[in-house]
């Protein structure tokens, strides 16, 4: 069974500072993919970010970034210049074709932005 | 384009009664995922759908269940409610049989069993 662990309850972070989340994983699949997904008070969860396994490049959209280290089954989040808006909860989370489309979470990160 | 519709936002029911909630997923999208949400187990898996057969089950109990529709839209049925089952339930669809391209949540159902 896969895990996902998430070891960071909370972060803050002053607006306009970066910040990286940490997420890591245990897994015997060799093909599988990590998202980081945001949670805000909404409720709704919004993809931030994917990264398909077998790609050495660390995914970027925008301000995020994420290093994947595979080795070490690392995925940590980078968000630079960091907005009010961005405050919330952040879940790192692991899927495979073989799973389906079932996804396992890590616990969470509260991220809180200062002004 | 619409997004993942889930009814009702808020539930309250009472222990021992029964619940259903709805989703309904991005148009085309074939795959329903179930996620239940609480403070202390986090994130955990229900079901998912795709064409109308279940493919995977979490490790819930039997008072669990879902269908999907022809239309892809999707319900859960939680019976004899315990007061456990308070939670955020979460509705995800996805285009494909596999979530390669992520998936699409809904904004959730809060149940609050009293």
């Known amino acids: 069974a896969q895990t996902v662990t998430q070891s960071q309850p909370e972060m803050s972070v002053q607006e306009a500072e970066t910040v990286t989340l940490s997420c890591t994983y245990d897994?015997?699949?060799?093909?599988?993919?990590l998202f980081w997904y945001k949670q805000p008070p909404s409720r709704q969860m919004i993809l931030v970010i994917r990264?398909?396994?077998?790609?050495?490049q660390n995914a970027t959209e925008n301000r995020f970034s994420v290093n994947f280290q595979k080795a070490a089954k690392s995925f940590s989040l980078k968000i630079s210049d960091s907005q009010l808006g961005d405050a919330a909860m952040y879940f790192c989370?692991?899927?495979?074709?073989?799973?389906?489309?079932?996804?396992?979470f890590g616990g969470g990160t509260r991220l809180m932005v200062k002004p | 384009k619409a997004g993942v519709t889930q009814t009702p936002r808020y539930l309250i029911k009472t222990r021992g009664q029964q619940v259903t909630l709805s989703c309904s997923p991005i148009?085309?999208?074939?795959?329903v995922s179930w996620y239940q949400q609480t403070p202390g187990q986090g994130l955990q898996f229900l079901f998912e759908?795709?064409?109308?057969?279940?493919?995977n089950k979490g490790n819930f109990p039997g008072r669990f269940s879902g269908r999907q529709f022809s239309n892809s839209r999707s319900e859960m049925n939680v019976s004899t409610l315990e007061l456990g089952d308070s939670a955020l339930y979460l509705c995800?669809?996805?285009?494909?049989?596999?979530?390669?391209?992520?998936?699409?949540f809904g904004s959730g159902t809060r149940l609050t069993v009293v």
């Open positions: 148009s085309g999208h074939r795959s």
């Open positions: 989370a692991w899927g495979n074709n073989n799973a389906g489309n079932m996804l396992t």
């Open positions: 759908y795709f064409s109308e057969t279940q493919r």
């Open positions: 897994t015997s699949e060799s093909d599988y993919y």
């Open positions: 990264q398909e396994a077998y790609k050495q």
């Open positions: 995800a669809s996805s285009l494909e049989a596999s979530g390669t391209y992520g998936y699409t």
